[in-house]
Nanobody, 115 residues
Framework: QVELVESGGGLVQPGGSLRLSCAAS????????MGWYRQVPGEQRELVAI???????DYADSVKGRFTISMDNAKNSVFLQMNGLKPEDTAVYYC?????????WGQGTQVTVSS
C-alpha cells in the first residue's frame, strides 16, 4: 500500500505564502500522477492542481497565477507553492497520487489564511 505524508500547512496572513509537500512511500508501482485537493468542512472536496510524470499540469481557475505545483519523480514527492494567499484559500489540503495499482490520499494538512 502507498502512503502519502503531507507537511507545510499552517497559519498565514493574507498575501502570504506557504509551501506544501507530500512524499509517497511504501509499495509504489509506476507512480504517474500526483495532485492537491482542498476541502472546507461541510463542502465538497475540490481540485487545486495536478501534475503527471510526463509534465502535464492543470490548475483550478481560482488558483491560477498564484499557486505552482511541481513533482520530484526521484523522490516520489509533489509540492504546492502557494503565493498571494487569500482567506478563501483556507481549507484542509489533501495530497493525491495514482500508480498503476490504485489511487491514494494523504491525511490532509490545514491551511488557514487570516489576519
Amino acid at each position: 500500500q502507498v502512503e502519502l505524508v503531507e507537511s507545510g500547512g499552517g497559519l498565514v496572513q493574507p498575501g502570504g505564502s506557504l509551501r506544501l509537500s507530500c512524499a509517497a512511500s511504501g509499495s509504489i508501482y509506476n507512480l504517474y500522477l500526483m495532485g492537491w485537493y482542498r476541502q472546507v468542512p461541510g463542502e465538497q472536496r475540490e481540485l487545486v492542481a495536478i501534475i503527471t510524470n510526463m509534465g502535464s499540469i492543470d490548475y483550478a481557475d481560482s488558483v491560477k497565477g498564484r499557486f505552482t505545483i511541481s513533482m520530484d519523480n526521484a523522490k516520489n514527492s509533489v509540492f504546492l507553492q502557494m503565493n498571494g494567499l487569500k482567506p478563501e484559500d483556507t481549507a484542509v489540503y489533501y495530497c493525491q497520487a495514482y500508480d498503476q495499482r490504485g489511487k491514494y490520499w494523504g491525511q490532509g494538512t490545514q491551511v488557514t489564511v487570516s489576519s
